[in-house]
């Protein structure tokens, strides 16, 4: 490994001050469950890493009139058994429980699967299905609140500038009666990168078509994102067999290229189909 | 759509070297003054558990608890050379070797405890000799004593050799090896048609090991075998890119984790090795060998379909599935 | 301010006693139990997160000590496997492991065993599938998991016994 400076602040202005100074150089860990194999393997070799861990304000989940804030240091183990998650965004639940297994689940953190930018990741699809806003803060540009599905420009790097940290994400709760369902295809049942996972986050109308839905994939393409074409076929119809059928279509051409061996473009297609009817099957939140 | 599958795998596995390959074993055991065994032999316990059984079998023959005798194993400069831990031949040659050394020692104590306590049937127990009257016995402890004393020789080493002839070369017939080990396992699947993955729900495995000496242990050999079967057949997969591994670490190489382990369910079968130390042969390799054809059995009682390469993982299933549904349209 | 090549004064409680050690900031607290501490039960397997050998309690929760800087453990409590039981005084899990046989070529076992306690702490019984789950970060490639499942779940019957108010009175 090769020698840096180790940083640890107590609160997020003693954070963004290093961040300022040392910018470019600066690399942050958290759980270190992705950071330090890379810098093991030198596949980063920063001057200097910042640990957040330390950092009161980074951590824990609360909930602010009708949004749910976590601090990007909670873990997915806090995740797991938090009541209001489970209560009010039990699609994060599912997600995090499907990242490694306990030891990674423990020291792992929602933070750093964002900031890490896998295209592997499991919890940033749902984050991004859950239409979940970043809070970044810098000295220079102070605070400012992107989208969750902007976060990620290319595999492995965000679109935030050096000096800023992710201090919050922000979540809405979901309306009552919103739909989930979530679902990781990987060879293995534990410690496992995942061949594919879906998101989906959906609402019927009174009339049973949908009028709300966001459906991310992760690990099919470089960066996740939602499905449009597969969302806009369905959006304000209801969910008839023939018309599944039609989406799915949508969603496997909407797939770029590059990302996918063959054979996992039927398999993506009868996933998503299977994840979309788990939803739909699904009791929803109250 | 979620399709079950049940298939047998059947093998037999040759014991040792064979082929006419060199394949011996040595051990040697001392009588101390104060009563304790040591015994010493090159060969290595890495996990499987030689050190407990030959101490078992030393301790069966001596009348002593396993648990009170010293072994000093795998160091070449004080054990003498019992080749290598490998093609289970463990239990079967330097167990062997054990028995014999042990046998040896006793004959010499046996003398001289008749000497003591008159000729007649006497037996090694409990820490004493017996014989059939009560009140004529003498401890383990005082035996030995005696024999430093009387300056008999109590240390023994024994030499165990399983070569065996070679295989015809115009033919290829031939008793190849010392002894086999034979072994059907059954796996029941569930197959995921729609993304082509493989969960192993149950193995049933029966395997003939002549002998369980420490049966808990035969099963530990069983369902680690069994696991590694397993991810052979399913998950497995040494992978390389232009002369480069691409599986080099363990979140490359995808073995079973807990999270995997299906139930398994073993029977031990004892069809008694004339040759072998009280009939045992061994169970090593074969715990293994008959898992990956059971299961790839199983997939094409579930889904009619031949699986010829390995591993079995989704991507692979998926795309059998897809050629198979073409050739059908097709026909 | 410490320079990159310097060393710094760690503070940390392994298991129970006051630690102070010179750390350099690369090193793991993997790499600080062992060679600094003496700690060797800890193992060091693949040293990336995927095997769970080095598998310690950090303030209560199961982590890989070769996932933790050893700066990021400062004023933590560690137990280790040397702080579970002794020869001469077992921990119930380890008991369980010898009389169940789930030990093989014993490199998994001080990570299993950390996992297996971390899982009994917060859930005295846990169910079979919990159990799988709870250990599921640490693979072992001798035993196929079956008799390391059944040596916790002995121990999850016997609290489950203990916990059970006798009836029939």
Redesign the interface.
């Known amino acids: 490994?090769?020698?840096?400076?180790?940083h640890?602040p107590r609160t997020v202005g003693e954070a963004l001050n290093i961040l300022s100074e040392r910018g470019d150089g600066c690399r942050i860990?958290a759980?270190?469950?992705d950071l330090?194999?890379a810098?093991?393997n030198e596949d980063i070799l920063p001057?200097s890493?910042l640990?957040i861990?330390?950092i009161d304000e980074l951590t824990g989940i609360s909930e602010e009139g009708d949004t749910i804030r976590i601090g990007p240091t909670t873990t997915f183990?806090e995740i797991i058994q938090s009541q209001v998650i489970k209560r009010s965004l039990p699609l994060l639940v599912e997600a995090a429980s499907s990242v490694?297994?306990?030891?990674?689940r423990?020291?792992g953190t929602i933070g750093g699967n964002i900031c890490n930018g896998s295209p592997a990741a499991d919890v940033l699809p749902a984050v991004v299905a859950l239409d979940g806003e970043l809070e970044l803060q810098s000295k220079a540009l102070g605070t400012r609140i992107i989208p969750a599905a902007e976060a990620v420009e290319a595999p492995y790097q965000t679109r935030f500038n050096r000096d800023e940290l992710l201090t919050g994400i922000l979540i809405k709760k979901l309306p009552s009666e919103t739909r989930y369902a979530f679902e990781k295809?990987a060879?293995?049942?534990?410690?496992?990168?995942a061949?594919m996972n879906i998101s989906i986050v959906l609402k019927l109308d009174e009339k049973g078509a949908f009028s709300d839905l966001r459906i991310v994939p992760g690990t099919l393409e470089a960066v996740a994102r939602r499905m449009s074409a597969a969302e806009k076929i369905l959006m304000g119809r209801q969910p008839e067999d023939s018309l599944v059928e039609e989406a799915a279509d949508a969603f496997v051409g909407d797939l770029a290229g590059v990302w996918i061996?063959?054979?996992k473009l039927?398999?993506a297609r009868?996933?998503f189909k299977?994840v979309l009817k788990r939803a739909l099957n699904g009791s929803g939140v109250e | 759509m979620k399709k079950r599958g049940l298939g047998v795998g059947c093998m037999f596995y040759g014991i040792g070297f064979g082929f006419s390959r060199q394949d011996i074993s040595a051990a040697t055991i001392e009588i101390c003054e104060d009563g304790s065994v040591i015994v010493r032999s090159g060969e290595v316990d890495y996990g499987q558990g030689s050190d407990t059984i030959f101490c078992q079998m030393v301790g069966e023959e001596l009348g002593i608890p396993y648990d009170s005798i010293q072994l000093i194993t795998a160091d070449t400069f004080t054990t003498p050379n019992a080749g290598p831990t490998t093609a289970s031949r463990v239990t079967y040659v330097t167990g062997n070797a054990m028995v014999k050394a042990a046998r040896a020692v006793k004959e010499t104590m046996q003398s001289v405890a008749e000497d003591i306590l008159g000729e007649g049937d006497l037996v090694f127990m409990d820490g004493e000799i017996r014989s059939e009257y009560p009140d004529k016995r003498i401890s383990f402890r005082d035996l030995a004593k005696t024999c430093h004393a009387r300056g008999v020789q109590i240390v023994e080493t024994a030499w165990q050799d399983i070569t065996t002839k070679d295989v015809d070369p115009e033919t290829g017939q031939g008793d190849a090896y010392a002894t086999y080990g034979w072994a059907s396992q059954l796996a029941e699947v569930e197959v995921d048609t729609e993304t082509g993955r493989v969960e192993v729900l149950r193995i049933i495995a029966a395997h003939d090991v002549g002998k369980a000496i420490n049966p808990s242990n035969v099963e530990g050999q069983i369902e680690g075998g069994v696991l590694q079967g397993m991810g052979y057949a399913l998950t497995e997969e040494i992978v390389q890119e232009g002369g480069y591994l691409k599986t080099g670490s363990l979140g490359d190489y995808m073995m079973p984790t807990s999270m995997d382990t299906p139930r398994i369910d073993s029977h031990i079968v004892e069809v008694a090795d004339p040759d072998g130390p009280y009939g045992a042969k061994g169970v090593g390799e074969p715990a293994l060998i008959p898992t990956a054809p059971a299961i790839l059995n199983a997939i094409c009682d579930a889904l009619d379909i031949r699986v010829t390469e390995l591993p079995a993982n989704p991507e692979n299933i998926k795309r059998l599935i897809l050629e198979k549904g073409k050739e059908e349209e097709a026909s | 301010m410490a320079g990159k090549e310097d060393k710094v004064l760690l503070r940390m409680k392994v298991n129970g006693e006051e630690a102070e050690v010179a750390v350099k900031p690369t090193w793991t607290l993997l790499r600080v139990l062992r060679e600094e501490l003496g700690f060797t039960g800890t193992k060091k397997g693949c040293e990336q997160g995927d095997c769970g050998a080095c598998t310690v309690i950090m303030d209560g929760k199961a982590v890989n000590a070769c996932l933790v800087l050893a700066l990021q453990a400062e004023s933590k409590e560690i137990e280790t496997i040397e702080g579970l039981g002794t020869a001469d005084a077992l921990h119930p899990l380890q008991k369980s492991f010898i009389e169940h046989g789930a030990v093989q070529c014993g490199f998994c076992t001080p990570g299993m065993l950390m996992s297996a306690e971390a899982l009994l702490r917060e859930n005295r019984k846990p169910s079979l599938e919990e159990i799988k789950i709870g250990i599921s970060g640490n693979l072992c490639r001798c035993t196929g998991y079956t008799k390391i499942i059944k040596a916790i779940e002995s121990v999850s019957q016997k609290n489950r016994e203990a916990l059970t108010p006798f009836r029939g009175q």
């Open positions: 490994m090769q020698n840096y400076q180790f640890g860990i759980g270190g469950t330090i194999p810098l093991r001057d890493v640990n861990l330390e183990t490694g297994g306990p030891t990674i423990n020291r295809l060879s293995r049942n534990a410690m496992a990168r061949y061996p063959d054979y039927p398999v009868s996933v299977r």
